[in-house]
């Protein structure tokens, strides 16, 4: 069993900035995830990636999130950060941490899922 807690969300003006951290907690060799990464779910929309990064610290971002957005993990690997600058209210939505696995370039997040923390971004 694996725990998901996502923390740091709140409201804030376009063009302004936010740090999303996201702690994962279980046994045995859940700690050792190879990639984590962090999906968004705007109210009436499907749940998307937004950014996920390996054990080695290589990432992937959306498109509409590069250059704006940073995914970083901890030192202790089940530790996952999200630093969202230069926000826009196209931003606004609840962001869920996840844990997971690369197949090549393709991230699959495992089938745990915290509560969320909400975003949102007011023009």
């Known amino acids: 069993q694996v725990q998901l807690v996502e923390s740091g969300g709140g409201l804030v003006q376009a063009g302004g900035s936010l740090r999303l951290s996201c702690a994962a907690s279980?046994?045995?060799?859940?700690?050792?995830?190879?990639?984590m990464g962090w999906y968004r779910q705007a109210p009436g929309k499907e749940r998307e990636l937004v950014a996920a990064v390996t054990s080695s610290g290589s990432t992937n971002y959306a498109d509409s999130v590069k250059g704006r957005f940073t995914i970083s993990r901890g030192a202790a690997k089940n530790r996952v950060y999200l630093q969202m600058n230069s926000l826009k209210p196209e931003d606004t939505a609840v962001y869920y941490c996840?844990?997971?696995?690369?197949?090549?370039?393709?991230?699959?997040?495992?089938?745990?899922w915290g509560q969320g923390t909400q975003v949102t971004v007011s023009s």
């Open positions: 996840s844990a997971g696995r690369y197949s090549g370039t393709v991230y699959y997040p495992y089938d745990y």
């Open positions: 279980g046994s045995g060799s859940i700690f050792s995830f190879n990639a």
